[in-house]
T-cell receptor, first 114, second 117 residues
Framework: GENVEQHPSTLSVQEGDSAVIKCTYS??????FPWYKQELGKGPQLIID?????GEKKDQRIAVTLNKTAKHFSLHITETQPEDSAVYFC?????????????FGAGTQVVVTP | GAVVSQHPSRVICKSGTSVKIECRSL??????MFWYRQFPKQSLMLMATSNEGSKATYEQGVEKDKFLINHASLTLSTLTVTSAHPEDSSFYIC?????????????FGSGTRLTVV
C-alpha cells in the first residue's frame, strides 16, 4: 500500500508570512496528489492538486510542488490570512488495483495570527 | 462544480441501535464512493470503497457486518452502523468520484458526527 508522512503537525505563522507543509510518500506508482483544507466540523475541501507528470502548480496564493524522484510534495501558502487557519491534509492516490484510493497524511494544524 | 450531500450532519443514538448515513452526488454520477472515519484531531481513515451495483470493499480491520454499505444507484451510497456502541462515535465522511473519471476528482461530503450514548 501507500504511506504518506506529513510535517509539521502544527504551524503558527504571522499574517502575511508564508506557510510550507511537506509530505513524503512511499509508493512510486502514486500519480495524483491532492491537498485538502478542513475546518472544524466540516468535510475536507480540495484546495489544489497535482499529477505526477507535473512538477509545480499554482493557484493565486497557493502552490504545490512535486519531486517524483525524492517522492515528496509540498504545499506553499503565501501572504497568509487569518481565514487560512485550518487543518491541511496531503494525500496520495494511485491507479491499478487501488484506483481511486486516497492515503492521507496526518494533517497540519495551521494557525495564522493577525 | 461537483457537490456531495451527506445526511444527517449530526446524529445521537442509543447504544445497540442502528444508524444510517446517506451520501448523495447531486450533480454527477458516481460509480465509486468512499467512506472514511475520522477521530478527533486525527486524519481520515478509509473504511470501505462502495461500488454501484456490487459489494463494497472493506479495508483491513473494518467489520463489514457492523458497517453495512449499500450503493444502489449512481448517486446514492448509504452507510449503516449496526448495533452501535460508544466506541463507534466518530466523524464519518463520504467522498465520490465521477463515473466519467478524468480529473480524478474526489469530492467530499460535509461529514456526519455520530455520538453513541
Amino acid at each position: 500500500g501507500e504511506n504518506v508522512e506529513q510535517h509539521p503537525s502544527t504551524l503558527s505563522v504571522q499574517e502575511g508570512d508564508s506557510a510550507v507543509i511537506k509530505c513524503t510518500y512511499s509508493d512510486s506508482a502514486s500519480n495524483y496528489f491532492p491537498w485538502y483544507k478542513q475546518e472544524l466540523g466540516k468535510g475536507p475541501q480540495l484546495i489544489i492538486d497535482i499529477r505526477s507528470n507535473v512538477g509545480e502548480k499554482k493557484d493565486q496564493r497557493i502552490a504545490v510542488t512535486l519531486n517524483k524522484t525524492a517522492k515528496h510534495f509540498s504545499l506553499h501558502i503565501t501572504e497568509t490570512q487569518p481565514e487560512d487557519s485550518a487543518v491541511y491534509f496531503c494525500a496520495a492516490s494511485w491507479g491499478g488495483d487501488s484506483w481511486g484510493k486516497l492515503q492521507f497524511g496526518a494533517g497540519t494544524q495551521v494557525v495564522v495570527t493577525p | 462544480g461537483a457537490v456531495v450531500s451527506q445526511h444527517p450532519s449530526r446524529v445521537i443514538c442509543k447504544s445497540g441501535t442502528s444508524v444510517k448515513i446517506e451520501c448523495r452526488s447531486l450533480d454527477f454520477q458516481a460509480t465509486t464512493m468512499f467512506w472514511y472515519r475520522q477521530f478527533p484531531k486525527q486524519s481520515l481513515m478509509l473504511m470501505a470503497t462502495s461500488n454501484e451495483g456490487s459489494k463494497a470493499t472493506y479495508e483491513q480491520g473494518v467489520e463489514k457486518d457492523k458497517f453495512l454499505i449499500n450503493h444502489a444507484s449512481l448517486t446514492l451510497s448509504t452507510l449503516t452502523v449496526t448495533s452501535a456502541h460508544p466506541e463507534d462515535s466518530s466523524f464519518y465522511i463520504c467522498s465520490a468520484m465521477p463515473t466519467q473519471g478524468g480529473n480524478y476528482g474526489y469530492t467530499f461530503g460535509s461529514g456526519t458526527r455520530l455520538t453513541v450514548v
